[in-house]
């Protein structure tokens, strides 16, 4: 009985242990630093916007973005996944939700915690993101 109730223990420490702790990944980094630089210009996106720019979508809302460093550089990022990353973001204090009356929206929000992060990663990894652009294969070949 008592052997257990030590594993139940352990189980839990270890469930408590990876519950309170996120490791960030460059790809959380990019989308921090989207966000920022979109809140920074005082634009909020969505999480469908931060996948629309990170996957590079030039559609009438994301042209104005395409000067962004972080424009097109999760091409093949699956937007659940991304979905799923600012939502644990959220979770962790790193992102908040912000709140629009006209729109009756959501809209992201870089936080303090947030920002610490992402000045600390930037100061340890000094070069920019990489623009992915896809490869565009025709349909049809003509090869001699």
């Not at 991304?82 to 629009?100: F, K």
């Not at 993101?129 to 565009?136: E, L, N, S």
Request: hydrophobic share 35%.
């Amino acid at each position: 009985m008592q052997r257990k109730r030590f594993r139940a223990n352990i189980m839990l420490m270890s469930v408590r242990k990876r519950k309170s702790s996120l490791r960030l990944t460059v790809s959380h980094f990019k989308i921090l630093e989207t966000i920022d630089e979109l809140n920074k210009q005082h634009d909020y996106p969505t999480a469908k916007g931060v996948n629309n720019i990170l996957s590079g979508s030039f559609d009438p809302e994301t042209k104005k973005f395409t000067h962004l460093s972080t424009f097109g550089t999760l091409l093949s990022f699956p937007g659940r996944k991304l979905c799923s990353y600012i939502l644990n973001m959220v979770r962790r204090g790193y992102i908040t939700y912000v709140y629009d009356e006209k729109s009756d929206a959501m809209y992201l929000k870089i936080t303090d915690k947030g920002q610490a992060e992402l000045f600390t990663f930037n100061k340890r990894h000094k070069s920019s993101f990489k623009k992915k652009t896809p490869t565009i294969h025709a349909d049809v070949a003509h090869i001699e």
